[in-house]
């Protein structure tokens, strides 16, 4: 499984963007996807998680009820909505992937996830 994010950008204090992450080599279907975050001098952090099924979970502090993931598989293609963003939501967004059974599970842990893109910057602005 390879992974491409895109979608990142400057943008405003309040504003929004919308990532992809896009898969090749595997069906997308087969993966749960996390999303994660690294601002400059912090760890890697985990944004939420959406399963196989489309559920989404294991927000991030601050997240929940500002971003939000979907999928389509069809197009082998995961989004993460971003909306009130502020100027902490700075980082390098990265996508990951691996292989579960269940339709339901989301692993909560960097360490979960085999396949990782290479990451897309978002600057908020204040």
């Known amino acids: 499984l390879q992974l491409v994010e895109s979608g990142g950008d400057l943008v405003q204090s309040g504003g929004s963007l919308r990532l992809s992450c896009t898969a090749s080599g595997s069906s997308l279907d087969q993966y749960p996807i996390g999303w994660f975050r690294q601002a400059p001098g912090k760890s890697r952090e985990m944004v939420l998680c959406?399963?196989?099924?489309?559920?989404?979970?294991n927000y991030g502090d601050g997240v929940k009820g500002r971003f939000t993931s979907s999928r389509d598989d069809a197009k082998n293609t995961v989004y993460l909505q971003m909306n009130s963003l502020q100027p902490g939501d700075t980082a390098v967004y990265y996508c990951?992937?691996?292989?579960?059974?269940?339709?339901?599970?989301?692993?909560?842990?960097?360490?979960?996830?085999?396949?990782w893109g290479q990451g897309t910057q978002v600057t908020v602005s204040s």
């Open positions: 959406i399963n196989r099924s489309g559920g989404v979970s």
């Open positions: 990951a992937g691996d292989q579960y059974f269940s339709t339901t599970y989301c692993p909560a842990a960097v360490g979960a996830f085999g396949s």
